[in-house]
């Protein structure tokens, strides 16, 4: 997996991944916010994911750890809402 996309620990789980530019579109289920949860998935560190840039929609689910992220990692998805984005996002 490239660096740019995604980095990977020694032990084999995902610290970082980002999800911007990848024309996703829709809205963000609520689930996304328990993914440090996951251990299936192999990853950690939700907090290190980047949704910005894409087509997504609807409020910002306010389950798990989705609104304790910094605005930046939604910007520039026009039909996203909800904490941590401002009114005028």
């Known amino acids: 997996i490239s660096s740019w996309f995604c980095k990977i620990?020694?032990?084999g789980t995902i610290v970082f991944?980002?999800?911007s530019f990848n024309h996703l579109?829709?809205?963000i289920p609520d689930s996304l916010g328990f993914m440090s949860d996951?251990?299936?998935s192999r990853i950690i560190g939700a907090s290190l994911i980047s949704y910005s840039n894409n087509n997504l929609t609807g409020p910002i689910p306010s389950s798990g750890q989705l609104?304790?992220?910094p605005?930046?990692?939604y910007e520039n998805?026009?039909?996203l809402r909800g904490i941590p984005l401002p009114h005028d996002f």
């Open 77 to 79: 998805n026009l039909g």
């Open 9 to 11: 620990s020694s032990n």
């Open 38 to 40: 996951f251990h299936a």
């Open 71 to 73: 605005a930046s990692r």
């Open 67 to 69: 609104t304790t992220f």
């Open 17 to 19: 991944l980002d999800l």
């Open 25 to 27: 579109s829709g809205t």
